[in-house]
């Protein structure tokens, strides 16, 4: 009897699904954060009677013939790619990405990370970076005395002085896009990493090759749907009541074979 391993395989999956769900809604309100979605396949199948055999009593062909499925695999955990809502900050150095794309930052090991979060922060030297420190690329410096500083849509970033009528040009912020963005290595803090699923890193400036623009003074919402990730849930909790209620009615019949008598 197989019935208690596929069982076992279908509580399985059910179980990663609610660690996926449980995921989502813990991030809620991470900016930038994009919903995962679990994907599963079916097991390879025992095939007693391969569909287009032939039958040995007359020598018809069977139409169907008799496959049994051995369960459930989890096949991906993919990323659901979604625009998220924009809230204002009025902070000078929050950004929000409008469209595809990436900010590129630059890790202690000299390696380039992406992310979406625009909550960006000043270091004791000037220069922008995350939250978690790490410089944005091409790396800008913000004077000491600049009065305040405007981002516009193109990524190009200004210092405002005092006694200056017309701003100063410091930089422009990178923009990033990628072949299948789904393929991104996801390290936390949200970062991401470039693999070999992913493609190379296609380095732009925002509102070029497709790519979006940037937006001074917001940021972007977790795209994850509170509805629907409850309603995912529930779905998950009753397969995996219905897998365990297979495995108690196989280990009924188990007990019932071993008592004939």
């Known amino acids: 009897m197989k019935a208690l391993q596929i069982a076992a395989s279908g509580m399985s999956a059910q179980q990663m699904k609610v660690d996926v769900v449980a995921n989502n809604l813990a991030n809620m309100s991470t900016t930038g954060y994009n919903a995962r979605r679990a994907d599963f396949a079916d097991l390879h199948y025992q095939q007693i009677a391969r569909p287009g055999s032939i039958t040995a009593e007359d ?12 369960g459930v695999r989890p096949a991906a955990v993919s990323v659901v790619l979604q625009q998220g809502s924009l809230s204002q900050t009025n902070g000078d150095l929050d950004i929000a990405i409008e ?5 590129e930052v630059t890790l202690p ?6 992310t ?10 000037g220069l922008i970076v995350t939250s978690e420190g790490y410089p944005v690329a091409p790396g800008i ?3 000491n005395d600049a009065a305040s500083i405007t981002i ?9 002085f005092v006694n200056q009528v017309q701003p100063q040009l410091l930089g422009q912020f990178n923009m990033v896009g990628f072949t299948n963005e789904k393929g991104l290595e996801a390290t936390g803090s949200n970062l991401f990493l470039e693999s070999p699923a ?3 890193p296609l380095v732009s400036t925002p509102g070029i090759d497709g790519l979006g623009t940037l937006r001074q003074g917001y940021l972007e919402d977790s795209s994850v749907d509170a509805v629907r990730e409850v309603s995912e849930l529930i779905k998950a909790q009753r397969g995996y009541e219905l897998n365990a ?3 108690t009615a196989a280990d009924q019949m188990l007990s019932t074979t071993t008592q004939v008598r």
């Open 59 to 70: 020598g018809s062909m069977l139409p169907t013939g008799i496959q049994l499925g051995l």
């Open 99 to 103: 469209g595809g794309g990436y900010l």
């Open 141 to 143: 410096t913000i004077p």
């Open 152 to 160: 516009n849509a193109d990524g190009e970033v200004y210092a405002n």
């Open 198 to 200: 992913s493609g190379p």
């Open 109 to 114: 090991s000299g390696a380039s990370a992406y």
């Open 245 to 247: 209620k297979v495995i």
């Open 116 to 125: 979406r979060d625009g909550s960006l922060q000043r270091s004791a030297d």
